[in-house]
């Protein structure tokens, strides 16, 4: 859990391997790699969820006129 903890709040594979005394980044890669997936993962959610209510967020949406428009997530049209 150790290890686990370390790598999700950003050690490095080295800085792993002096904690433990492993003497390969074999063991600690696998922890540094799961924390970089989950991060990953973590900071693309927006791209297959809406944000949460409440926030706003703006994008810009492309429309069939081929306009670009910033938009809040609620829909309605930034000014």
Known sequence: AGATIAADNGATEHQLMAIYGWESPKQAALYTRKANRR???GDAMHLIAPPARGTEEERT???SEGDC???ITSGRKAQ
Do not use: E, G, R
Request: no cysteine; aromatic share 0%; glycine share 0%.
């Open 39 to 41: 991060k990953l993962a």
């Open 61 to 63: 949406v492309i429309t």
């Open 69 to 71: 428009s910033p938009v």
